[in-house]
């Protein structure tokens, strides 16, 4: 990168994130409904950025949902094309009492592993800051006179709750899409010190399940021992799912799981792993998983099934004899290549249907899904940000498969035929989805850079 960039980048530093502050004060949040003109807000607010960097169109583009940001800047035929991708919505931020500063004040703090500080804000690291490092990137190299590339922004409000309309989007508007390559931070690095490139991501299979058995609320004591009681039940059936080997018994569940080679297996075992400060970082006594998978293998190539959330009964105050009418639970499958999300489903369908016992009446409603994705190393893209990544850490980042899901990268990949780079800048240890989610300075600043170096390098090819 030449002196001029570099010292541009620097002088901007500031203002990149008095901005992104702006940005992280909007409560985007769109899965709750009463949010729903502040997601507007997340929209508008990048629309007014992305005007003044003078681009060619900068779109709101109204879907049953919440709004697509689209805009581009198209230079030269002889330029390769890059289509930025990110999402302003956030994750809701309850639970509100665990936070140590409000969710919508962002607050700059230091930690450990953040020396030199870190924004906490719902949002700062997914995905608001990482998608702002994007934009500060093109600016970079528009007001330096160094953008040798045509570049395309979308950027959607609606990944947190399984990006509905943007599959629609796509699939309508693929010429406006249309690129070489797709860039997307919204993935995390193995530690400040060992970057990586994000080059697989799990798919998702989420279901509600509902248990119900009287057809009301009973005593406990007449009643109880003679009813099913739907909470009992549920958890007995939930605890049936996995054997004691850490296997999810679902029959077929495993059937369409990608055979991983020896050769990937022991490359990822080459990755820095250190279980003591894995099980302190998240205050565990000791891990658990399925039998004959190290915990990177656990979290990245295996399928998983997991409860996310389970009611029923009474949760108030003191002690109240009931036995529930019914009890509830959301429940996630993460998916591997090549299990297909509406097979998942409905294998968890019939099976849950069927282990239930004659006492119980079930229900299961299937939530948005997302196929598992892997992206290519021998891309000229891939390359570039290999460089790109090597240069600004001091260090050649590794390939790493991640567990999280971004369902619109096998969507983009299946409809626009377009591979995308995964060259996020988040740490695992950065709380997103928890309470006090924040963001490193340092992983901040590092990220524009090496987006505005990758674009460089792409365009040389
Ligand atoms: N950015 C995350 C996904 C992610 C996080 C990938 C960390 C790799 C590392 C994304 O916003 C997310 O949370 N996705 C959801 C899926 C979606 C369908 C709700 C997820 O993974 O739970
Ligand atoms: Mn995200
Ligand atoms: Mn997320």
């Known amino acids: 990168m030449n002196e001029s960039l570099k010292q541009y980048l620097d ?3 500031q203002k990149s994130v008095e901005e992104l502050i702006n940005f992280l004060k909007i409560p985007s949040i769109s899965a709750d409904s009463k949010y729903q003109s502040e997601v507007r807000r997340g929209a508008q607010w990048l629309m007014d950025k992305l005007t003044s960097l003078e681009l060619d169109t900068v779109d709101l583009y109204e879907t049953p949902g919440h709004p697509i940001v689209f805009a581009e800047k198209i230079i030269s035929p002889d330029y390769p094309t890059v289509l930025f991708y ?13 936070w140590n500063t409000e969710p919508f004040n962002p607050t700059i703090n230091k930690t450990d592993i953040h020396p030199d500080g870190a924004i906490f804000a719902r949002g700062a690291c997914d995905d608001k800051g990482q998608l702002y490092m994007q934009v500060k990137a093109v600016e970079a190299l528009l ?10 922004f979308i950027y959607e409000g609606e990944e947190e709750i399984g990006s509905d309309h943007l599959d629609q989007f796509c699939m309508a508007h693929q010429d406006l899409l249309k690129s070489d390559v797709i860039l997307i931070c919204d993935t995390s690095i193995l530690s400040n010190d060992t970057p990586t490139i994000t080059t697989g991501l799990r798919g998702l299979s989420y279901v509600e399940v509902e248990v119900t058995g009287p057809n009301k609320d009973l005593h406990s004591g007449v009643y109880g021992g003679a009813v099913a009681n739907p909470i009992n039940i549920l958890s007995k059936m939930i605890a049936s799912m996995h054997d004691d080997k850490g296997k999810v018994t679902i029959p077929g569940f495993y059937d369409d799981v990608e055979v991983v080679s020896e050769q990937e297996r022991a490359l990822i075992q080459e990755a820095p792993f250190n279980l003591e400060e894995y099980k302190k970082e998240i205050g565990i006594p000791d891990i658990l998983g399925e039998e004959g998978y190290s915990t ?3 979290t990245s190539i295996r399928p998983t099934l997991d409860v996310n959330g389970i009611w029923g009964g009474y949760i108030g105050e003191g002690a109240k004899t009931v036995l529930p009418a019914k009890a509830f639970a959301k429940i996630s499958m993460r998916l591997v290549p090549f299990q297909d999300p509406d097979t998942i489903t409905k294998l968890f369908v019939d099976y849950f249907t069927s282990i239930a016992p004659s006492s119980v009446s079930v229900e299961v409603r299937p939530h948005h899904g997302g196929r598992p994705a892997v992206t290519p190393i021998d891309s000229a893209a891939y390359r570039a940000a290999e460089a790109a990544m090597t240069e600004s850490f001091g260090k050649r980042p590794l390939p790493m498969r991640s567990g999280g899901s971004i369902p619109i ?3 983009f990949k299946e409809v626009l035929g377009t591979d995308s780079i995964l060259m996020g800048f988040g740490l695992d240890s950065d709380s997103i989805h928890s309470p006090n989610e924040h ?8 990220g524009i850079e090496t987006i505005t170096s990758f674009l460089m390098k792409l365009a040389n090819k």
Request: net charge neutral; aromatic share 16%; with cysteine.
């Open 439 to 446: 963001f490193g300075l340092f992983n901040f600043y590092i």
């Open 409 to 411: 990268v096998a969507m």
């Open 86 to 98: 990110g999402h302003y919505d956030v994750q809701p931020p309850d639970p509100l009492n665990l």
């Open 296 to 298: 990177f293998e656990r």
């Open 11 to 13: 002088s901007e530093k």
């Open 143 to 152: 007001k330096t006179d160094n953008l040798k590339c045509n570049i395309k």
